[in-house]
């Protein structure tokens, strides 16, 4: 068994399950933020990745990608029911981003939740060289922090989770709350999006744990948990580097003549999630079109949505839902040749990401919650011209580091309305400051920098850290996360 002295584990391998034919790994990013920001540094890392492989079934062997190995972890149809679908994406996820949707608590669910969290638990416990770090990813493995301390005291454990961690009286909701907390505090470092998950969780320890905590250190155990907030970001260099290639560049040209010039475009792309605030951003369009205040002539909004979690029946019904309130307003404002709404449900290759973002006006990011939210940072990475608005979420992990985004309660109708319009009819010149500020923060805060500040803090000695590339790589083409 090959070992590794940096081991990521994370539910998704960056890959999808399909191989090319002739046998090779054919590098398809997995959707979601996660696997693009880990897979674009960590591909240049001697590390292993321990994740599944997005079948059912036994694992595969998949081969190394440069320095970077793949260890699958076998998961069985009846186990991603009640681990995946259920656990994971029924009850966590509505749970941490504010039960937009309801949380679904069902007994059944925990045991498999619990028995898959070990797999992977003992999969990093195989590849992991004595004394190594392993970093644990995200709300499908808060257990395996705690079990992977019990199978191997010798390493260094980091935990970062990418969605929000919610406020008490919504976590204080979940049944199996004490395991959980006591899972993810089994790692010496636990790092969040925002300030205020640390704050929640050590609110959430003293209760719960009887644990001495503040918002940078958790005293449980005879040890200390350190704590703090690491805003993940975004492969900046990759992104400018796609908007500027010339293919792209006369690719965005064509998008635009094909969508009618002078139209001014709004555009948005989310995984479809009930998160996303697709629905309340449809019918600030709509309203916006019924009352005259935009017109099909010189509006056109573009929506692109990516499948996502499409065997868990809220998420079809989400879908059936857009898909029927998009054929609604095409039938009542569009004209022959002329859709009001461009929707597009399909994986993005992210050339043509990077050519959609810089045909944009108006870029409207308008989730309900998000953790971070990495579209955000696409848009302003893309747009080396400095034109474009931003229109972006308060309750997106991102509005805290874009300020020079037009913020906006989604859930105001009326004032998302406003807004939309208001980036409209922007000054340029408004425009470019906010853009070069935003692109400028985005230049120092880019993904390595999330790594090396997160590793760094994980061991102290920045030993972890020198494996990271100065700026990631250049990466072949894959699909498009969200
Ligand atoms: C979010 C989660 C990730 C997840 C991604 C895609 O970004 O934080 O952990 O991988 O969504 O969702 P999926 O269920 O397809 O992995």
């Known amino acids: 068994m090959r070992q590794s002295s940096l081991v990521v584990v994370a539910n998704r391998l960056p890959l999808d399950d399909n191989a090319a034919p002739d046998g090779a790994c054919e590098w398809r990013r997995s959707p979601g933020g996660l696997a693009g920001a880990l897979h674009a540094i960590l591909e240049q890392t001697p590390a292993t990745w321990v994740g599944w492989n997005g079948g059912a079934g036994p694992a595969p062997d998949l081969p190394d990608v440069g320095p970077m190995r793949l260890r699958a972890v076998p998961i069985s149809v009846d186990e ?231 065997q868990i029946g809220r998420y079809r019904q989400l879908r059936h839902r857009i898909e029927g309130e998009v054929g609604r307003i095409n039938g009542e404002h569009g004209r022959v040749g002329e859709p009001a709404v461009h929707y597009l449900n399909q994986p993005f290759d992210r050339a043509e990401l990077a050519a959609l973002y810089q045909t944009a006006d108006v870029m409207v990011v308008t989730p309900l919650r998000d953790g971070m939210n990495l579209v955000a940072k696409e848009f302003v990475a893309a747009r080396e011209d400095d034109a474009g608005a931003l229109v972006l979420s308060e309750f997106a992990g991102a509005a805290a580091e874009l300020p020079g985004a037009f913020l906006v309660n989604p859930h105001d109708v009326d004032r998302l309305k406003d807004t939309l319009l208001e980036a409209m009819d922007a000054d340029p010149a408004d425009l470019a400051a906010r853009m070069a500020a935003m692109r400028r923060h985005l230049r120092t805060h880019d993904i390595v920098g999330w790594a090396r500040a997160y590793l760094t803090t994980l061991d102290h000695t920045g030993r972890l850290a020198a494996w990271l590339p100065p700026v990631p790589g250049p990466r072949r083409a894959r699909h498009q996360p969200v």
């Open 80 to 310: 991603l029911s009640g681990y995946y679908e259920g656990f994971a994406n029924s009850t966590l996820w509505p749970l941490y981003h504010d039960a937009v949707e309801q949380p679904v608590f069902d007994r059944g669910w925990w045991e498999t939740y619990r028995s898959v969290n070990r797999r992977f638990a003992e999969a990093a416990a195989e590849v992991a060289e004595p004394g190594a770090a392993v970093w644990v990813q995200d709300y499908h493995l808060h257990l395996v922090p705690e079990m992977l301390r019990q199978l191997r005291p010798d390493l260094l454990i980091g935990f970062f989770l990418h969605v929000p961690f919610p406020p008490p009286e919504l976590f204080m909701q979940l049944p199996r709350r004490v395991e959980l907390l006591r899972g993810m505090l089994g790692a010496d470092l636990v790092g969040f999006q925002r300030p205020q998950a640390a704050h929640n969780v050590a609110q959430l320890a003293t209760k719960l744990l009887g644990a001495q905590a503040t918002d940078d250190e958790i005293h449980l155990d005879g040890r200390v948990v350190r704590t703090g907030a690491f805003p993940v970001s975004i492969d900046v260099a990759e992104m400018q580097a796609l908007a500027a290639r010339p293919d792209v560049v006369t690719r965005a040209r064509q998008l635009r003549a094909d969508l009618g010039p002078p139209k001014r475009v709004l555009l948005s792309v989310d995984r479809l999630d009930y998160t996303k605030g697709i629905e309340h951003r449809l019918t600030a369009y709509s309203e916006l079109l019924r009352d005259g205040r935009v017109r099909v002539r010189n509006t056109v909004m573009v929506q692109v949505t990516v499948p996502s979690r499409e």
